[in-house]
């Protein structure tokens, strides 16, 4: 278990839709960084924050927005969704320093139908 | 611009054989953090090795071991008699200093099944 949790862990929806993917990160970590997994991209990386600010940013649609609360907890939004969206989103966490290693959680799996 | 290259995208290997994932990268970056993360079945990323680009002795821990060569910009993972449990999607990963990000530019993988 690498105390990232993620919820939901699968998510069906239709095109046009909105969802909201969540993400709690490891106790005492203040970054949180959001990824997404699809056959044809890989593991993409889409956005990085670091205790509630935004601090990288990735290949991430302008349909798509994040947001990191004052618990550190993080929300990936996604709307007017698309076929293309369905893939697997990751969120990990690290703590604060030197690149350190990224503790991924379980993964959310959306499908967009 | 960083990017991390793993040219094999299925190896087959029959268990107890060896079998070595390669890992090459490119960066600007004068320090940089490597690392692999495995990818089983049940989908989840495990963290396998991180190191740093000042040290470039190579690493065993249990069946694994990396080979780390600056020269060349390689990172190659070797697991030693396989087992079948190693069956899963191996990833090699970048992280650039510089961008004090912590970011992780990913390959795209590789699938690793180990037959009994």
């Known amino acids: 278990d690498s105390g990232v949790t993620q919820t939901p862990k699968h998510l069906i929806t239709a095109t046009g839709q909105r969802v909201t993917l969540r993400c709690s990160p490891r106790s005492g970590d203040l970054s949180v960084y959001w990824y997404q997994q699809s056959l044809d991209q890989g593991l993409q990386f889409l956005i990085q924050y670091y205790n509630g600010e935004e601090r990288a940013k990735g290949n991430i649609l302008e349909r798509f927005s994040a947001q990191q609360f004052p618990d550190l907890h993080s929300e990936l939004n996604l709307s007017s969704l698309e076929l293309g969206d369905s893939a697997l989103y990751f969120c990990a966490s690290s703590a604060p320093g030197p690149p350190e290693k990224l503790f991924f959680g379980s993964g959310t799996q959306l499908s967009v139908l | ?116």
């Open chain 2, 1 to 116: 611009a960083q990017k991390v290259t793993q040219a094999q995208t299925e190896i087959s290997v029959v268990e107890k054989e060896d079998v070595t994932l390669d890992c090459v990268y490119e960066t600007r970056d004068t320090t940089y953090y490597l690392f692999w993360y495995k990818q089983p079945p049940s989908g989840e990323l495990v963290f396998l090795i991180r190191r740093n680009s000042f040290d470039e002795q190579n690493e065993i821990s249990g069946r694994y071991s990396w080979n780390f060569q600056k020269s060349t910009s390689s990172f190659n993972f070797t697991i030693t008699a396989s087992q079948v449990v190693d069956s899963a999607v191996y990833f090699c990963a970048l992280s650039g200093y510089s961008s004090n990000t912590g970011k992780l530019i990913f390959g795209q993988g590789t699938t690793l099944q180990v037959k009994p």
